[in-house]
């Protein structure tokens, strides 16, 4: 395994971590947004997964102006917006695009299982972590493939 599997294994488990925080408090730690953060500079500074500074700070930028007006439209907790901020550092841009398409399609899919179970509102970070862990699974199972949406329109046919 190389140095960017580890990121992301590490990154893997503080969204498990914060998956676990909202299904049970519906609040969302910010030494976990924190963490992801740290882990991208870490990752960035040291060469680790690719990632440039100004990637790193425009994929912290996109993500979290996102989440934040994702927030005010009362979509989405600020737990959460912070979490798509703190993996928006760690993905950089324009890669945390292919994370949150991926995401917006889990949320969707668990949205709908809600609904069907008569539920008004979920918690978000299993969305989150979800859309990272198919972003990473695609990437890494394929890895001319850059994630979901490119999966779904660059295939060959």
Do not use: Q
């Amino acid at each position: 395994m190389t140095s960017s599997h580890w990121i992301a294994l590490v990154a893997m488990l503080l969204l498990l971590a914060s998956v676990v925080c909202d299904l049970r408090s519906r609040i969302i730690p910010d030494s976990i947004s924190v963490a992801l953060v740290a882990l991208a500079v870490l990752a960035t500074a040291l060469r680790w997964n690719g990632v440039t500074w100004p990637a790193l700070l425009g994929g912290l930028g996109v993500s979290f102006g996102i989440g934040a007006a994702l927030f005010y439209a009362g979509v989405m907790g600020g737990g959460d917006a912070k979490l798509c901020g703190g993996l928006g550092a760690l993905c950089g841009w324009p890669s945390v695009l292919e994370v949150l398409f991926a995401t917006a399609v889990c949320g969707g899919v668990l949205a709908y299982a809600a609904k069907r179970r008569g539920k008004e509102s979920l918690p978000y970070a299993p969305a989150i972590a979800a859309g990272y862990a198919v972003t990473m699974a695609i990437t890494w199972g394929s890895p001319e493939c850059s994630g979901l949406w490119h999966w779904i329109t660059e295939r060959p046919s």
